[in-house]
């Protein structure tokens, strides 16, 4: 599952409070053996944690450094998976400085990646997890290539799963195909084709879902894997989304 869960805030009608506890029941039914999100905060992540199993962690940063700002951060299922290394980097000319910015983004912008050991398929396989810049074209463009030379930069024949709020709709310019050809990455949606949920516009700020929308939030995958499926997930509670995006969500077979 690829998640932005906006980030927590008492503001109404919207506010954390209110929030947390759809977004809770949502993750207790679907429980994604990973799950990358976007803007979380980390009070609001620590909530997360404690709202799920006891069988879940999560690795991640504050994209200003430390527990400051917004998280790009991973929750995995430990009873599958365990993490062998993890690594944070940012959207910049100068990706090792925390909270750098370059590129025209006037937002810090991040990634989170951790390489997995996966005892049901007794293989390993890496996740990418990133939000890119909501103004600056320029900005997602040049971040999708840096996160297309570190992906590549893997071992080519570990499988990647990339996440992300990506700011921009898939199959709509440069950005996507920086990705999907510049990394040799697949696209779950059109490749779950023959099994997957009605398409909406997966951001909808809380507003009625659009049919057939623009699709921002991408899971793709590079390797030696199946594509089993993919959703949209409209879950509400009350009338209450969890967030002002639709999780995203693949069924994916290493």
Known sequence: MSFNLRYASDAEPNSW?????????????????????????????????????????????GRAGGSRDEFTAI????????????????????PNVIGSRSWGNNVIRMVT??????????????????????????SRLRSA?????RINALPAGLPVVLTGDFNVAAQAGPTYDVLMTGA???????????????????????RPLVPNGPRID????RGDLTVDAAGINTYSAGGQFPSDHLPVQAFITL
């Open 184 to 206: 040799h990455m697949t696209d779950t949606w059109p490749a779950a084709a023959e099994r997957r949920t009605p398409l909406y516009a997966t951001y909808h700020g809380y």
């Open 145 to 149: 290539e840096l996160v297309r030379d």
């Open 218 to 221: 991408w899971i793709l995958t």
């Open 75 to 94: 929750y995995y299922d430990t009873r599958r998976l365990t993490p062998l290394e993890f690594d944070h980097y940012w959207l910049s000319a100068t």
């Open 113 to 138: 990646s951790v390489r997995f050991a996966d005892a049901l398929a007794g293989t390993e396989f890496v996740v990418v997890n990133t939000h890119l810049d909501h103004e600056s074209e320029n």
């Open 17 to 61: 409070a209110v929030r947390r506890p759809v977004l809770a029941q949502l993750l207790r039914q679907e429980q994604p053996t990973v799950l990358g999100t976007q803007e979380g905060l980390y009070g609001q992540l620590k909530d997360i944690r404690r709202d799920l199993p006891a069988h879940y962690d999560w690795i991640g940063a």
